[in-house]
Structures are given as C-alpha cells and as structure tokens.
C-alpha cells in the first residue's frame, strides 16, 4: 500500500483545531489507515490502496474533519458558467494516449506547503492509481501562460523548453537524455515512435504527454491560476482523476471551472463532479454489521465518513462523494458505516451452527494419497496447468480427443490448451532430470480438465512414473495394488490397451464396472519423445473415482 510522507505543520493548519498529535493517531487508526513514523515535521501515513483520494494533506484532512463532525460540506459542486478553456483532441492520439480531462483553478492562494503537497498529491497518484503514468498522468500549468486554442495531438520532433531547463530541446532528446524521459519512454513505445503526444497552444508545446512539461507554464508560489491536465488509456480513470483534483482545489478555496474536451463532434466538459446515490436498507447494514444501529445513529455515522444521508422509510440513501473513487455498491457503504461505528466496539459472536466443520472426503483421500506416494520414496511435482497438443498427445503416442479446452488467442505455441491427464507433465520432468543417479521416482497430484457434455470439468488425478533399468510390469502391478490396499480401495484389474504403454504390458483399474485409471511399462518411444534415458513404468489414476468409491461405502 502507498506510503504518503505529509508536511505536519500544514495539515494541523488544514485541520484548524482540536487535534494534537496523539489525537492524529487515534483517529487516523479508527479511520483504518496507519501511520508508520512521524519526527518535528512530517508524518508518513499507509494509505489504502483504494483511496486515492487521501494521498494528499488537503484529502487526508477532509476525511478527517468528516471523522470528527467538523466538516461543514459533503458535495464538492462546480460553477455552472462556461467552461473556462477548449482541448481539441487530435484522432493521432488515439493508438498512442487517446484521453485527456482537465481542471482550471482561478483566484489560488499558494504557498510552499499547498504547492509541496499539491504537486507530492500528483506523483503519489500516478505512482499508484495511474500505474505509474501508463493509465494516469497528471500535468499542472500556470493558465496564464497558457494561450488558446489549445490542442492534444502528435507532433513531430519538435522543440520546447523542458521544465528545469534553459535551452530549447527536441521531444526525442527530451525522451533519451532527461530523468523523466529515459524513467517513462517505455510508456511512448506504441504507435508511431516518429510521433510525440503534446498539449500545445498557440506559444508551443505546453506539456509533452506523459513526460515533462514545459519551462513556460511552471506553477510557483505566485501562480493565481492553474490548469491542471489529465492524459491516460481509459476515458473512465482520467475522468474521475480530474474529479478528485476539482475537490482538492475546491478545498483550497479557489474558484474551479471546467475544461470542455473536444472528442470530434463529441464534447465532454470535465470534471464533471455529478453526485450519484445508494439507497439500502438499515436492517442489512445493522444484519451484516451484527450490531442495533437505528435510525438516528446512521445519519451521524454516513456523516462521519463523509456521505450526505436521509432516511426514505425503512432504507437510508446516502450520496456518494464526489471524489470516492473506491465506492461501487451498497456493500462499500456497509464497510464505511462499519468504520464509523469502530469495530472496536463490535464484539464478535459465535457462529451457530448444526454441523461439524472437516475435510471434505476428497480432500483426505488426495492427501492421504500424497503422503503414501512420498512414503514410497517418489519426489512430488508441481506443474502449469496449460500444455500443447504436442505434449499432450503426440509424444505419449495417443489419439487426439475432443474433450481438450483450447485457449482461443495463445501467445506461443507451448501454452494452447489445458491438460487432459497428467502422464505427460510426470514424463517431462524425467525428461529433464534425466542425467540424474537411477532410479528416478516422480509423481504429481492435481487437476486435470476436459470438456463433457458442453461444459467444462475438473478432477483430481495422481499420476506416477519410475525410470531405471529393471523395471517391469510387475513393478508397476505391486506399486498400484499396494497403494489401493493401503487407501482402502476394493478393485479390479484387466488387461488394457493404450498408445503410451507397451502392448500386453498395461492393465486397467475398474472400481465396481467403472474405469478408474491404467499402468504399466511406458513404451520405448515415448521414453525417446521425452528424452529418458531408461526403461521406465507409470499409472495414473483418476481420484475422483475413488472418492466416489469411499463416500458410497460410507
């Protein structure tokens, strides 16, 4: 979980009164986050990897004052005037960086620790919810430098003076040299290389996307207004990204508008800030909380965790922050709620019921049958559930069925289906150890998967192989007949054909009439398909007939 390092100093001051520091720590704990060390002037918090929102002093401090009934709005709306400036959106940018929002703060009163956290608030959240720019990036620029019209395109290789430097630069020098550039270039490999995202005005590049933005459009202390950029792969992230930004300047007190975004003939004019509700029903809260809230606590909780709440008969509605990205359904309002109460004061009850927890029949019997297998000296294997027709059926020297599931776009020619059975994967590994001391004794216990009746199943079976010189059919006989004796199995055996095996050296395992599994003495060319070196045996046995054998006689 992301780790936000805040200016103490200035969150005391966001917080007005009533808070020390050992009040801060209670709260920020009952709120569900922690804070992991704090010296004279900062404190570093471990925020919850869903709550972008509160990766910044001003969002940390508002859940606070909501924490504390010190809060004095819920919704965060913006002026309805036109909005204050037009992206045009080049079709160039759309296999590149195709999205983009923005922001415009007018009348800001900055400092150094609104500008620090402002600008600490940008990397934190495209470190963690922009997944390192290549969902989310983020751009702040001084609006009075900015000159309409302004547009969001590929560009050539153009030149404009990088943040922190004095000289002109070409995009590509910008993107192999800067610290920026050579940290983010992979985020630019799609698309045509020869071609750059850029926001520019009529002066020139005011940001190159995602990378640097322009020496010209610096945001300082004195900066009264502020454009901030949204750029991203999804309309929906960069869209509610802008969101949390508007509430954040909002809480700064400055005058926000909105950037209207030109989509060809589609326009979007963001954030949009539109405020959306949960209606559920008080009795769940309280059945899944499994505490008596009633109906004059639960306003005060939802106010606690920053929600506006009425009571509509016997169900609460609550309105959803614009800025909470973290709630989806009423299931998230429940938690918050759950939060609110504190679950410390939720004492824990016993769960009633009539039956006896226990391993499942199928469950004893696969470990019962692991712990036998390494009993009788074989090493277990653990391998991927993808194979190929290759493995899977030439090289163990069987037919091809149609009951395989078959991955429909496989990106190599080594994963393009799901294993049928296990003898292949047993083999492989022999295969790769086969320069190793004899004998060689391997097996596996897992799933299988085949396709019947037009659905997809899964059993488990164990499968099992030795390689050295002397061994033989008998072997392999005694092998499996000792392991059912030991599982308590009554079986039958019969003489059994199957292309991985020589003929006449393989025998069937019948359980009452139905097949349960083969062995016997590995044919010499499928030990040559899988690179073994020895004469070698194997079974394979399907365990779910076996534990359809033990429930019955239960």
Same mark, same amino acid.
């Given at each position: 979980?992301?780790?936000?390092?805040?200016?103490?100093?200035?969150?005391?001051?966001?917080?007005?009164?009533?808070?020390?520091?050992?009040? &801060?720590?209670?709260?920020?704990? /009952?709120?569900?986050?922690?804070?992991?060390?704090?010296?004279?002037?900062?404190?570093?918090?471990?925020?919850?990897?869903?709550?972008?929102?509160?990766?910044?002093?001003?969002?940390?401090?508002?859940?606070?004052?909501?924490?504390?009934?010190?809060?004095?709005?819920?919704?965060?709306?913006?002026?309805?005037?036109?909005?204050?400036?037009?992206?045009?959106?080049?079709?160039?940018?759309?296999?590149?960086?195709?999205?983009?929002?923005?922001?415009?703060?007018?009348?800001?009163?900055?400092?150094?620790?609104?500008?620090?956290?402002?600008?600490?608030?940008?990397?934190?959240?495209?470190?963690?919810?922009?997944?390192?720019?290549?969902?989310?990036?983020?751009?702040?620029?001084? +609006?009075?430098?900015?000159?309409?019209?302004? !547009?969001?395109?590929?560009?050539?290789?153009?030149?404009?003076?990088?943040?922190?430097?004095?000289?002109?630069?070409?995009?590509?020098?910008? %993107?192999?040299?800067? !610290?920026?550039?050579?940290?983010?270039?992979?985020?630019?490999?799609?698309?045509?290389?020869?071609?750059?995202?850029?926001?520019?005005?009529?002066?020139?590049?005011?940001?190159?996307?995602?990378? &640097?933005?322009?020496?010209?459009?610096?945001?300082? *202390?004195?900066?009264?207004?502020?454009?901030?950029?949204?750029?991203?792969?999804?309309?929906?992230?960069?869209? /509610?990204?802008?969101?949390?930004?508007?509430? +954040? %300047?909002?809480?700064?007190?400055?005058?926000? !508008?909105?950037?209207?975004? +030109?989509?060809?003939?589609?326009?979007?004019?963001?954030?949009?800030?539109?405020?959306?509700?949960?209606?559920?029903?008080?009795?769940?809260?309280?059945?899944?909380?499994?505490?008596?809230?009633?109906?004059?606590?639960?306003?005060?909780?939802?106010?606690?965790?920053?929600?506006?709440?009425?009571?509509?008969?016997?169900?609460?509605?609550?309105?959803?922050?614009?800025?909470?990205?973290?709630?989806?359904?009423?299931?998230?309002?429940?938690?918050?709620?759950?939060?609110?109460?504190?679950?410390?004061?939720?004492?824990?009850?016993?769960?009633?019921?009539?039956?006896?927890?226990? %391993?499942?029949?199928?469950?004893?019997?696969?470990?019962?049958?692991?712990?036998?297998?390494?009993?009788?000296?074989?090493?277990?294997?653990?391998?991927?559930?993808?194979?190929?027709?290759?493995?899977?059926?030439?090289?163990?020297?069987?037919?091809?069925?149609?009951?395989?599931?078959?991955?429909?776009?496989?990106?190599?020619?080594?994963?393009?289906?799901?294993?049928?059975?296990?003898?292949?994967?047993?083999?492989?590994?022999?295969?790769?150890?086969?320069?190793?001391? *004899?004998?060689?004794?391997?097996?596996?216990?897992?799933?299988?998967?085949?396709?019947?009746?037009?659905?997809?199943?899964?059993?488990?079976?164990?499968?099992?192989?030795?390689?050295?010189?002397?061994?033989?059919?008998?072997?392999?006989?005694?092998?499996?007949?000792?392991?059912?004796?030991? +599982?308590?199995?009554?079986?039958?055996?019969?003489?059994?054909?199957?292309?991985?095996?020589?003929?006449?050296?393989?025998?069937?395992?019948?359980?009452?009439?139905?097949?349960?599994?083969?062995?016997?003495?590995?044919?010499?060319?499928?030990?040559?398909?899988?690179?073994?070196?020895?004469?070698?045996?194997?079974?394979?046995?399907?365990?779910?007939?076996?534990? /359809?054998?033990?429930? !019955?006689?239960?």
């Amino acid at each position: 979980m992301p780790v936000i390092k805040i200016n103490k100093r200035y969150l005391f001051r966001l917080l007005e009164s009533g808070f020390d520091e050992k009040k &801060l720590e209670e709260q920020v704990a /009952k709120l569900g986050l922690e804070m992991e060390a704090a010296d004279a002037q900062s404190i570093s918090i471990e925020v919850t990897a869903n709550r972008p929102d509160l990766l910044s002093a001003v969002g940390l401090a508002r859940a606070l004052r909501n924490f504390t009934h010190k809060a004095k709005k819920f919704s965060y709306a913006i002026s309805e005037k036109e909005p204050a400036l037009e992206i045009v959106v080049d079709r160039n940018v759309k296999n590149v960086r195709p999205y983009v929002a923005g922001v415009v703060a007018q009348g800001l009163r900055l400092d150094d620790d609104s500008l620090a956290d402002l600008v600490t608030f940008t990397e934190k959240f495209c470190e963690t919810y922009g997944r390192n720019r290549r969902r989310v990036a983020i751009g702040m620029h001084n +609006m009075d430098a900015i000159r309409p019209p302004v !547009r969001y395109r590929c560009e050539s290789d153009i030149e404009y003076v990088p943040l922190g430097e004095t000289r002109s630069m070409r995009l590509s020098q910008v %993107l192999n040299t800067s !610290r920026k550039g050579i940290e983010y270039a992979h985020l630019l490999r799609t698309g045509n290389r020869e071609h750059y995202p850029v926001i520019e005005d009529s002066q020139g590049v005011a940001s190159f996307v995602p990378i &640097l933005n322009s020496e010209r459009t610096r945001v300082t *202390m004195s900066t009264k207004n502020l454009f901030v950029d949204v750029t991203g792969t999804s309309e929906y992230a960069v869209n /509610k990204a802008v969101e949390i930004l508007g509430a +954040m %300047l909002l809480d700064l007190g400055a005058d926000v !508008r909105r950037v209207r975004i +030109m989509y060809g003939k589609r326009s979007v004019d963001t954030p949009e800030m539109e405020q959306r509700s949960i209606t559920l029903p008080l009795a769940r809260a309280e059945r899944e909380i499994g505490v008596r809230i009633g109906f004059d606590n639960v306003i005060s909780l939802a106010n606690k965790m920053g929600y506006e709440a009425a009571l509509i008969a016997k169900n609460i509605r609550v309105t959803v922050p614009e800025y909470r990205l973290d709630v989806i359904d009423a299931q998230d309002i429940v938690e918050d709620l759950a939060i609110g109460y504190g679950y410390e004061y939720i004492n824990p009850q016993a769960i009633i019921s009539s039956q006896r927890g226990g %391993l499942e029949e199928r469950t004893r019997l696969n470990r019962e049958a692991a712990e036998l297998m390494v009993g009788m000296g074989f090493t277990e294997f653990a391998n991927s559930y993808l194979t190929n027709e290759q493995t899977n059926y030439v090289k163990p020297c069987v037919d091809k069925k149609n009951d395989a599931i078959v991955l429909k776009n496989p990106k190599t020619l080594e994963i393009g289906m799901m294993r049928t059975w296990l003898l292949p994967s047993v083999l492989k590994n022999l295969g790769a150890s086969a320069h190793d001391s *004899m004998a060689q004794n391997a097996f596996e216990l897992d799933m299988v998967f085949c396709v019947k009746s037009g659905s997809a199943v899964e059993s488990y079976h164990l499968c099992a192989a030795s390689v050295h010189p002397r061994s033989n059919f008998n072997e392999a006989k005694a092998l499996v007949e000792g392991l059912l004796y030991k +599982m308590g199995i009554k079986h039958e055996l019969r003489e059994f054909g199957h292309g991985s095996f020589i003929e006449g050296r393989c025998a069937e395992i019948l359980i009452g009439e139905a097949h349960a599994g083969f062995f016997g003495e590995l044919h010499p060319a499928v030990i040559k398909n899988f690179g073994i070196e020895e004469p070698g045996i194997a079974f394979e046995i399907d365990l779910e007939a076996l534990a /359809k054998k033990k429930i !019955r006689e239960d």
